[in-house]
């Protein structure tokens, strides 16, 4: 699958990756004939937001997001954070993250990535944009924290869902948003997410790459590079409706509905 008659939303791309400067320009261009019609760029430390406030500005189809990773937290400190809460209110900014909590590789200590987080959280209610939430097994401390401020935040995203049932379920009471990977396209480790695509409703799935990780590997033929980028997002899309057995022109206009009511993408922008 090539491309999808609908215009599609990739929620989650790290263009500010180094693996993307040498051929920046064409890669976008690969994701416009594939049929997106918006990035969301992620931020994942200051100056990865820095980058994409400023490659955003150069494109009206791309926004971004500004955050700390959880992996980051150990380099942020209160000059850190202040500098994310400014840039975070940039019109071209549309969610807080990405942010939450990672103890499955514990890059930075398990404390100091829960005060980031939580400060995330207060930066989320205090300006009123939506989280791009981050979680890997850590869902028994991820969820308190998120409970305690759900009531104050728009809404969010838990981004690269791969988490078990009572996960998914626990982020659906919460009314949260689930973002679908090429994770699903594995179909070794992919199998559980498979399974449990199906139980999203429809209202609340939206699809990502995360480029440059995570590259579909049902993609035929296989690319010569293990780069993921966004013009692969028709395939997360496919696997995604196989999965859920629904029809993929539906399912495309249903996670683009989604994206546009989660981050409140301009709609007057082109469509590819």
């Not at 209110?89 to 398990?110: K, M, Q």
């Not at 590259?215 to 999965?243: D, F, G, H, T, W």
């Amino acid at each position: 699958m090539n491309q999808i008659p609908s215009p599609l939303i990739d929620i989650g791309a790290n263009l500010a990756h180094e693996s993307f400067a040498p051929d920046f320009d064409e890669v976008l261009q690969r994701a416009r004939a594939a049929g997106l019609r918006y990035l969301l760029l992620t931020g994942s430390s200051l100056q990865s937001t820095e980058q994409v406030i400023a490659i955003s500005r150069e494109h009206d189809w791309l926004f971004g997001t500004a955050g700390i990773h959880p992996h980051e937290a150990r380099n942020c400190d209160a000059d850190v954070m202040q500098q994310i809460g400014e840039l975070a209110r940039d019109p071209r900014v549309l969610a807080v993250g990405e942010t939450g909590l990672d103890f499955n590789r514990d890059f930075s200590p398990r404390p100091q990535q829960e005060q980031v987080f939580t400060e995330h959280l207060q930066l989320a209610a205090e300006i009123g944009k939506p989280l791009f939430l981050h979680q890997r097994d850590a869902h028994k401390r991820f969820l308190p924290l998120l409970r305690e401020y759900r009531d104050h935040i728009s809404a969010g995203v838990v981004h690269c869902f791969t988490d078990e049932r009572r996960a998914l379920y626990d982020y659906m009471d919460l009314d949260m948003y689930i973002g679908v990977t090429g994770w699903i396209c594995d179909d070794r480790r992919g199998k559980p997410l498979q399974e449990l695509v199906r139980e999203i409703p429809a209202e609340r799935l939206l699809i990502e790459t995360d480029a440059p990780y995570l590259l579909p590997r049902s993609l035929r033929p296989k690319p010569r590079s293990r780069r993921n980028e966004p013009a692969y997002l028709p395939e997360v899309l496919r696997m995604v409706a196989i999965c859920r057995d629904a029809d993929p022109v539906r399912l495309a206009q249903q996670t683009t509905d989604n994206a546009q009511r989660l981050f409140n993408f301009p709609p007057a922008a082109e469509t590819p």
